[in-house]
Structure formats: structure tokens, C-alpha cells
């Protein structure tokens, strides 16, 4: 399978990180695909895995504010 630059630039640019993945990358479904929510500095953050492949799952984690948080909150979700 080729890559298609323009597809995946677009998913990117749309932020459709399930489709790159799945659809583009061609990984596979999570096993678990349950959001869980996760409480930093008073926010509530929702993650969820979205892709795996050979062990290795990608997540995407969601702000219920929509906003992207300051790295030292992504680096406490991290953990």
C-alpha cells in the first residue's frame, strides 16, 4: 500500500487522526475503545486509544473546553 501525501495531509489538517491511522496507515482497531476521563489543574480531560498495531496503541485526548492545553498539562496527561 502507497502512501497518499494529500490524503494524509488532510487528515492532519482536519485533525481525523482516527482515519490516518485506520484508513491511511492501515493500523487497527483499538481493543478497547472506552474514553476515559482524566481530571489536571481543575479540567477534565476525556483519552481514548484510537489505533493499534504490533502492541503499540496511539490515543487522542480531548479537553471538554476544546482548548489545547499548555505543555506542563500535557505533560502531567502524559503521566
Do not use: C
Not at 482516527?18 to 487497527?28: A, E, V
Not at 482497531?29 to 493499534?52: G, M, R
Not at 473546553?65 to 498539562?73: C, N
Amino acid at each position: 500500500m502507497s502512501l497518499n501525501f494529500q490524503r494524509t495531509r488532510d487528515y492532519l489538517y482536519n485533525f481525523q487522526f482516527n482515519d490516518l491511522f485506520i484508513k491511511q496507515l492501515g493500523w487497527s482497531q483499538p481493543s478497547k475503545k472506552k474514553a476515559v476521563s482524566l481530571k489536571v489543574d481543575e479540567k477534565t480531560y476525556h483519552y481514548k486509544s484510537i489505533a493499534e498495531i504490533s502492541g503499540v496503541a496511539v490515543f487522542e485526548v480531548l479537553a471538554t473546553d476544546s482548548a489545547i492545553p499548555e505543555a506542563k498539562v500535557r505533560e502531567n496527561i502524559h503521566k
